[in-house]
């Protein structure tokens, strides 16, 4: 259908007890020298994610070295055909799917086009992390449940480029109440974050307006995710509007049951 090949890498969601551990480290970390690019300035990135990314695991082997053989074997293998790769995940599986995305697209230089689809994600890095995801060429989509409490952390974000909700502050409400320097030296703190990409931002209560009082876990949910996105393609798409006539009586109000 794409007409090329699409290699998918997905991740799943916080599954561990060391990995919550590492959901905690909320302070930013120089990448090391084996990803950071030459004559760049310094991304940086939450350093739990970093640690996840590039610890050995019991196999001896990285999820950075894991991520860059199979890569490197399946371009040596393509022989020139069309390729695109396109990297997902949910929760602290969407901060990896991110990080892996900038490992590809920094480490070969022929890489072909990488796309993240990203949901209910944290922050990842600052904006030099994101200026080099940018340089990449990397398309990213941001799923955001505006109700979901892991899309505002780690840390804040002082970006032009975005509005001031959930924690973000604009440049222009920055400029206006400090210095220019004292910008600047927040700009190069461990706790500064940039957004990355496109974001599409939903409500879980357009599902049901009592979601986030009952069980706020639930917003994070990668099912309650899920139905969000097929929620907004039946009421975007012209193609399914008939189909959402047919079934708009039999759609439950409660989400435990619309998600079954």
């Known amino acids: 259908m794409l007409g090329r090949h699409d290699v998918v890498i997905a991740y799943q969601?916080?599954?561990?007890?060391?990995?919550?551990?590492?959901?905690?480290?909320?302070t930013l970390t120089c990448l090391p020298d084996n990803m950071a690019p030459e004559n760049y300035d310094q991304p940086m990135v939450q350093s739990g994610f970093l640690s996840l990314y590039t610890t050995n695991t019991?196999?001896?082997l990285s999820l950075l070295d894991t991520i860059r053989e199979e890569i490197g074997n399946i371009l040596d293998k393509s022989n020139d055909e069309p390729l695109s790769i396109t990297v997902t995940g949910h929760s602290l599986g969407a901060a990896l799917a991110t990080l892996t995305t900038y490992d590809i697209t920094t480490k070969f230089s022929h890489a072909p086009i990488v796309t993240v689809v990203s949901f209910g994600g944290p922050r990842v890095g600052n904006r030099s992390f994101r200026c080099q995801l940018e340089k990449n060429c990397t398309n990213v989509l941001f799923i955001v449940?505006?109700?979901?409490?892991?899309t505002k952390v780690p840390g804040f974000v002082v970006d032009d480029d975005f509005n001031d909700v959930a924690g973000k502050w604009t440049a222009s409400m920055v400029a206006g109440a400090l210095p220019s320097w004292l910008q600047k030296c927040m700009e190069e703190t461990q706790w500064v974050y940039a957004e990355v990409g496109k974001e599409l931002?939903?409500?879980?209560k357009d599902l049901s307006p009592q979601i986030t009082k009952e069980n706020v876990a639930t917003c994070d949910?990668?099912?309650t995710y899920l139905h969000l996105v097929n929620n907004f393609v039946s009421t975007s798409s012209p193609l399914r509007t008939k189909e959402k006539e047919v079934h708009k009586k039999e759609q439950p109000h409660d989400i435990n049951a619309a998600l079954v």
């Open 221 to 223: 949910d990668l099912k």
């Open 58 to 60: 019991q196999c001896d």
């Open 145 to 150: 449940n505006s109700d979901d409490p892991v």
């Open 201 to 204: 931002r939903l409500s879980s």
């Open 13 to 26: 969601g916080t599954a561990t007890s060391s990995e919550w551990l590492e959901n905690l480290s909320a």
